[in-house]
């Protein structure tokens, strides 16, 4: 153990890698470099691009916090996403849905993309806990399973006609505020309620820290893990209405490269893949980081394939310093 001094505190490189605000600083700093050297970068107009961007992909990384906080981690995503999207689509839609021009028609769909994103995330809650699957494969498997169950449901074919009433989700105004950014806004404030201010939380942090020992304490540490993967089950489909609804289309193949921008920006934020720390504002931070780097690379121009290897080094990154921060926190 390290001997400290009186009034001799931990150095300060060690300090700023514990800050829950380094990856803000470092969004902040990736922002003057992109405005520096990529013109139009910092128009108000690519701003509101960013934003647009940032909303699907916030909901998504809260969900997955959730899951990443308990100790387990869900794959699924873009499965739950893709099914969630053809099943609300199908049933609003004026080209044959069976509620076609009904006003119960959009609040039926998002209810039927809601209840698809919750049993895509308890099927995996339960595979996990009471079957004693690991995350891994189960999540990977249902991923495989609901991504092959969008496609036959709709023959690869995209959805369209959408109501008016839906893609003013993304489209529409309150009081000069776009309601995706309502909705995800109030997800925010409930997730991070759930997670710093209830027992839920309390135990699902617990459970990520040391699982044996959190049932010993009396935590039912299996339901909440559980609950957990319904809560990104929930956040998937709360994606999913946000995409369908910007696109204006159910696709079986909708946001298909979002899983690791969604795991990339909760580990950059600071929710670890060991469990047991993270929290919303730090997955925020995390998620705002990704979209900055993401839009500044799309403006340079660069292929897809040059965008995939700086997000991938970022994502090394991240798992590195991932391991770092935990390594610290061990010291401290």
């Keep these: 153990m390290p001997m400290r001094f009186p009034g001799v505190g931990p150095p300060r490189a060690a300090l700023l890698l514990r800050s829950e605000h380094l990856v803000l600083l470092l969004s902040a700093a990736a922002a003057l ?15 509101a691009n960013v934003l647009q961007n940032t909303l699907p992909l916030l909901a998504l990384a809260i969900g997955q916090s959730f899951v990443l906080i308990g100790g387990g981690i869900d794959l699924s995503v873009t499965a739950s996403i893709a ?16 509620l076609a021009g009904h006003p119960m028609a959009v609040p039926a769909a998002v209810a039927a993309m809601l209840g698809v994103g919750g049993a895509m995330g308890g099927i995996n809650g339960l595979s996990a806990t009471r079957l004693g699957m690991p995350p891994f494969m189960v999540t990977l498997a249902t991923l495989t399973a609901g991504g092959g169950l969008a496609v036959w449901y ?14 003013g989700v993304s489209y529409g105004s309150v009081l000069g505020v776009p309601p995706a950014a309502v909705l995800v806004a109030a997800l925010a404030v409930v997730a991070h309620v759930a997670l710093s ?18 049932e010993v304490s009396g935590v039912p540490v299996g339901r909440v893990t559980a609950a957990s993967y319904v809560v990104s089950g929930l956040c998937a489909a709360i994606g999913a209405i946000l995409y369908t609804s910007r696109l204006e289309t159910g696709s079986p193949e909708i946001a298909p490269r979002i899983l690791l921008d969604v795991i990339a920006a909760c580990v950059i934020g600071g929710t670890s893949l060991f469990g047991g720390r993270g929290g919303v504002r730090r997955t925020a931070y995390g998620v705002l980081f990704i979209a900055v780097i993401d839009n500044g690379l799309n403006l340079m121009n660069l292929s897809n394939f040059a965008i995939m290897i700086v997000k991938g080094g970022v994502i090394l990154l991240a798992a590195l310093l991932d391991s770092a921060r935990a390594r610290a926190a061990g010291r401290a």
Excluded at 204 to 211: D, F, I, T
Aim: charged letters at 15%; hydrophobic letters at 45%; aromatic letters at 12%.
């Design 83 to 98: 099914l969630a999207s053809v099943v609300g689509a199908s049933i609003m839609t004026g080209d044959g849905g069976p």
């Design 154 to 167: 709709t023959k690869s074919q995209k959805i369209y006609e959408l109501p008016d009433a839906f893609v």
């Design 197 to 214: 201010r209830t027992l839920f939380g309390r135990w699902l942090y617990a459970s990520g820290m040391n699982p044996r020992a959190a």
């Design 33 to 47: 470099a992109f405005w520096a050297a990529v013109p139009g970068f910092a128009s108000g107009r690519n701003a």
